[in-house]
Every structure is written in C-alpha cells, then in structure tokens.
C-alpha cells in the first residue's frame, strides 16, 4: 500500500462481529509489528571535470622550534619566499619516563614549495570519482539498516561536468509506537 507520514498501519482494535454480521463491538489490545517501507530518494552529485592538483618543485625551507608551557620559540624564518606552501610539522615531546612526558617539546618545521597545476580528468577517471563517490554514500545508508532495492543512478559526462543523477529504491524500517485513547 501507499503510506504517508503519519497514517496508522497497526491498530490494535479488534471488530467483535454479531450473528448478522455486523460490528458488535471493540475489542482493545496492544499492537506491535515490524513496519517496513519502500522509499525512493534521489540521488544527485555534480562536479567540473577541471580541477587544480599540487605539483611539488622539490624547494623547501627548514626551520625549528621549541615549546615550553604552551609557548612556542621559532627559528625559523619569518618570511617565506613561496606563493604557495605546505607546512610540514615533526613534533617531539620530552619525557622522563616512558609514560611521563615533560611539558616541553621541540620540532622541524618544514616549508615545501608547490605549484597548483590544472588538470582535466578523462572520463574513465571522472566515472571512477563519480562512481566511488555514490559507493561512499550507498555504504553510509546501509551502516543505517537501510537495504538497497534497486539502484538507477546513471554517470555522465559532458566536456565540463561530470554527473551522478538518479532514484536509488530502498527498504528501510519505520514507524513509531504511539499511544492512543480508546474511540481514536
């Protein structure tokens, strides 16, 4: 049957039918039962098939630092030459003990140097992306209970985007108890 949000599909009245046929009366009981619902959700994902990748020239610059109390001492330069870097922290605590650190630490940081390139993924690549994508989110609805009825998303791609676009049919468990008065 079809079902909205909020219709009863389990009451528990039962009809005390007469000799002629007809309702007598009510009998009332508690009612429990396992619903489960067919539902469609549409699934929509969409990105350019350009995109910028990081492309390392191999240039760094090092530096160190000291922290003690939470305060931090650096040596390194203030400047760094770069337009565009990642920094790169190697963090060493002092203990005394194997378990019994000191409020002390000391560490490298390091400034690589990268440039962003664009790129332009092939279809092959862009259908892979799309098609991990909708695996991550098909994984995520099933650790929810939810089982997979049928799957209609179809990946396409056009010169600039590539597009995941469907209906994904589920089978998921619904409906909550709800206490009624005798005559609702």
Known sequence: ??????DPLVIGQLEI?????????????????DIYVQTRYRYKHVFPMKYQEKQYSGQ???GYYLEIFGKTFS??????????????????????????YLP?????????????????YTKEE??????ENLDKFLQKIQ????????NNVKIETDGKNCRAVGDII????????VERTIGE
């Open 170 to 177: 589920v089978i998921e468990k619904a409906g909550k108890r």
């Open 143 to 150: 650790e929810k209970g939810v089982q997979i009825f049928e």
């Open 104 to 120: 002390i630490s000391w560490g490298k940081i390091e400034n690589r140097e990268y440039e962003n390139i664009e790129k332009i």
């Open 17 to 33: 039918i007469d000799d002629s046929g007809e309702v007598a009366s009510y009998q009332y009981c508690a009612a429990d039962a």
């Open 75 to 100: 040596f390194a330069r203030k400047h760094i030459p770069y337009d565009a870097y990642d920094v790169v922290r190697q963090e060493h605590p002092l203990k005394l003990t194997e378990n019994f």
């Open 126 to 131: 862009a259908a892979q992306k799309a098609q």
């Open 60 to 62: 760094k610059k090092l």
């Open 1 to 6: 049957d079809t079902v909205k949000k909020g």
